[in-house]
C-alpha cells in the first residue's frame, strides 16, 4: 500500500499534540495540535466554499507556520498546490498559469493589497521585484480567491477568509481523492512559450519523505532549520520541530539538531560565523553540487556533525546522498553516492543516467505519465555501486540552486531587434561552485544594450536573469560550426 502524505503528518500531530511542530522565522511557534486543526478547518472551509477534488489552487503564501497549515489544508480538500512563483515577471506568470489552468487563487493579504495598488507595485519594481496582479492575473480563468492574515484594502471582497475559523473541531482527518491524486505543481523552466512543471502526487512526496528519513533521522526534540517542505515535512512526520530560517542567529538560539543549506549559502554564513553551534548534528548540502571548498568549510564549521551533500531533482527527490568526506577523497568526477533504497538506477547508451522508484513525479503537466525519468547528467557507476557524476549532458547552469537551461532562452533573445546572435553560460566559481550567468550578445544593426536588458524580464525566469551581459564581435565555433561554449566561456572570462 502506498503511503499518504497527509495521513503521516496528522498521525504525527495526534502522537504529540502540546509539543512545538513548526517555529517561524519571526519566533511565532504552532503545536501539532494546532497545525492539525488549523489544517483541518481550512480543509472544511474551502469544501465548503466549492473547492472541488482536482482543483488547482494558486498558492502565494509567505513562508510561516501558518502558510504550512494552509498548504496541507488545500491537499486535504483535494486541492492541487500550483505553486508558479507570483514574483516572476508577470508574462512568464500567465505562461504558467494558461498551462497549470488553477480555479483558485490562495495569498496572503499583504500581496493581495501590494499587487492591487499601481503605486506599491512601483515600488516593488524600483526595488527589483515584478509583481502580478493577483486579483486577475489571466483574464480567461474564472478565478476565486482567498486569503490569510487581515483583511487589507486590495483583497477581493467575495474572497473566502481563513483566519480565525471557528465552528466545532473537526473529528477525521480524512482528506478528499487517492494518495494517487495530485497534490503540487512544480514549475522548473521555461519560456513565456514554453512553461513546465513537474505533477507530484500525495503517494510520491510521501515515498521522497520516506527515503529522506531513513538516511536522515529525525526524532522528537531533534530541530531541523530548513525552508524546504522536503526536509521541514520529514521533521514534522518524525516528531521534530521545524525551524523556519531569518537571522543567522536563530541556528544558535534554538539549538539546531539539522540543518540544510544550498551551498553558496552556506559558504556565507561560515564566512559571518566561522563555528556553527555544537548542537548540530547534521549538516545537509543540496540544490546545487558542493564543491571541495564549500565542503572543507562545512567539516571545519561542524566538526561533530555528519555532513552530507544530496543529489536530487524535482522529479525524483532525493537519489542519492554522499558524505563530505568521500566526496573529498573521488578523485575522478562529483561523488554523488549510492543510490538510495528505493530508487532505481539504469545509464543509456552515452551515461545518462536514468532514474525510477515510488519518489518518481508521475510526469509533467500536459504530458503522458512517466515510470521514470532522465537526470541529463552523465553519470558511472564506480566499483562500490557509487554514482559518480562525469558532467551534463546538455549545458545547464546552476545558479542558487535553481537550473536554468540556456537553450529555453536563447531563441527569444536573439530575435530581438539589434541582436546577431545570443547564448548564455556559467562561470562557476572556484569557491562556491555557485555560477555567474553571463549573456553574451553579438550586435546588429541598431543594437542598444540597455533595449535589450528592459526586454529580458518578459523572456526569461527570475531565476535566470544573467547577472551581466558580454557584448562579443562573434562567437566562438567548432569545426561543425556549431557554438563552442567552452571557448565562449574563455572568452568571456571574470570581468
Not at 480567461?140 to 474572497?159: D, F, Q, S
Request: charged fraction near 25%; include cysteine; charge should be neutral.
Amino acid at each position: 500500500m502506498r503511503s499518504d502524505l497527509l495521513a503521516q503528518v496528522f498521525a504525527a500531530c495526534e502522537r504529540t499534540p502540546r509539543a512545538t511542530a513548526i517555529v517561524g522565522a519571526r519566533g511565532r511557534e504552532l503545536t501539532f495540535g494546532g497545525l492539525r486543526e488549523r489544517a483541518l478547518r481550512i480543509r472544511d472551509r474551502l469544501v465548503a466554499e466549492g473547492l472541488e477534488r482536482g482543483d488547482g489552487v494558486l498558492y502565494a503564501v509567505e513562508p510561516s507556520p501558518d502558510a504550512i497549515a494552509v498548504a496541507l489544508g488545500v491537499v486535504a480538500a483535494g486541492g492541487v498546490l500550483v505553486l508558479a512563483d507570483p514574483g516572476l515577471a508577470p508574462e512568464v506568470l500567465r505562461a504558467r498559469l494558461r498551462l497549470a489552468r488553477p480555479r483558485w487563487v490562495v495569498a496572503g493579504s499583504l500581496l493581495y493589497a501590494v499587487t492591487s495598488f499601481a503605486p506599491l507595485r512601483a515600488l516593488a519594481r524600483r526595488r527589483g521585484v515584478l509583481l502580478p496582479g493577483l486579483r486577475d492575473p489571466l483574464p480567461e480563468l474564472e478565478l476565486r480567491h482567498a486569503y490569510t492574515g487581515r483583511w487589507l484594502p486590495g483583497v477581493p471582497r467575495a474572497a473566502v477568509r481563513l483566519r480565525g475559523l471557528g465552528g466545532p473541531m473537526p473529528t477525521t482527518d480524512a482528506s478528499r481523492g487517492e494518495v494517487d491524486d495530485p497534490a503540487a505543481v512544480i514549475f522548473t523552466s521555461g519560456t513565456t512559450a514554453h512553461p513546465r512543471a513537474v505533477v507530484h502526487t500525495r503517494a510520491s512526496l510521501a515515498a521522497g519523505l520516506e527515503i529522506f528519513r531513513d538516511r536522515f533521522p529525525v526524532e522528537p526534540g531533534d530541530v531541523v532549520h530548513t525552508d524546504g517542505l522536503m526536509l521541514g515535512l520529514p521533521a514534522l512526520i518524525g516528531g521534530a520541530t521545524w525551524s523556519m530560517p531569518g537571522p543567522a542567529k536563530l541556528i544558535f538560539e534554538r539549538r539546531v539538531t539539522h540543518l540544510y543549506c544550498v551551498p553558496v549559502e552556506l559558504a556565507g554564513l561560515v564566512d559571518r560565523v566561522e563555528r556553527l553551534p555544537d548542537s548540530l548534528r547534521h549538516l545537509l548540502l543540496g540544490s546545487a553540487p558542493a564543491p571541495p571548498a564549500v565542503l572543507r568549510k562545512a567539516i571545519a564549521a561542524a566538526p561533530g556533525a555528519e555532513v552530507l551533500s544530496v543529489y536530487a531533482m524535482t522529479e525524483a527527490l532525493p537519489i542519492a546522498l554522499a558524505g563530505a568526506a568521500e566526496k573529498l577523497a573521488c578523485a575522478e568526477g562529483d561523488l554523488l553516492g549510492a543510490p538510495l533504497p528505493g530508487v532505481g538506477v539504469r545509464f543509456t547508451e552515452d551515461q545518462e543516467l536514468v532514474v525510477s522508484g515510488p519518489h518518481v513525479a508521475r510526469g509533467y503537466l500536459g504530458e503522458p505519465p512517466h515510470d521514470e525519468v532522465a537526470t541529463g547528467d552523465l553519470v558511472r557507476l564506480d566499483g562500490q555501486g557509487r554514482l559518480v557524476l562525469l558532467g551534463r549532458k546538455k549545458d545547464m547552469i546552476l545558479r542558487d540552486g535553481f537550473n536554468i537551461y540556456p537553450s529555453l532562452y536563447e531563441p527569444a533573445i536573439a530575435a530581438l531587434p539589434g541582436v546577431a546572435d545570443a547564448a548564455i553560460v556559467g562561470l562557476a566559481d572556484p569557491v562556491t561552485g555557485d555560477e555567474e550567468v553571463v549573456l553574451a550578445l553579438v550586435p546588429g544593426d541598431g543594437f542598444q544594450e540597455a533595449a535589450v536588458r528592459a526586454r529580458l524580464p518578459a523572456l526569461v525566469d527570475a531565476g535566470a536573469l544573467p547577472d551581466r551581459i558580454a557584448v562579443l564581435p562573434d562567437f566562438p565555433r567548432s569545426s561543425r560550426r556549431k557554438l563552442d561554449r567552452a571557448a565562449l566561456r574563455a572568452a568571456i572570462g571574470r570581468p
